[in-house]
């Protein structure tokens, strides 16, 4: 089972990205899938997720700005950031979840900066 994330990289402030995870060994139909970041210096936090039945929550700092996608026939889940902030720079992971089973993509790397 592996999830990898893409779509990281260096933005002025104001500008967009778009982050994907591709999900492999098992299907994510069921699971629910969600992103977390960590800023340095600063606890992992779950920024955006969407369970099976397509319930979304996103952390309050991220309103409006960041939009979590799932495609389950493909089984990927995206994040479109838009109107990135400084203090959006941080190290995003994708996240599976279903009861007990959980997993974790590598990573990938998001700097907010001018």
């Known amino acids: 089972v592996q999830l990898v994330e893409s779509g990281g990289g260096l933005v002025q402030p104001g500008g967009s990205l778009n982050l994907s995870c591709a999900a492999s060994?098992?299907?994510?139909?069921?699971?629910?899938m969600g992103w977390y970041r960590r800023a340095p210096g600063k606890q992992r936090e779950l920024v955006a997720s969407m369970t099976s039945a397509g319930i979304i929550a996103y952390v309050d700092s991220v309103k409006g700005r960041l939009t979590i996608f799932r495609d389950n026939a493909k089984n990927t889940v995206s994040l479109q950031m838009n109107s990135l902030k400084p203090e959006d720079t941080a190290v995003y992971y994708c996240?599976?979840?279903?009861?007990?089973?959980?997993?974790w993509g590598p990573g990938t790397q998001v700097t907010v900066s001018s």
């Open positions: 996240h599976a979840l279903q009861g007990v089973v959980n997993y």
């Open positions: 060994g098992v299907s994510f139909t069921f699971y629910r």
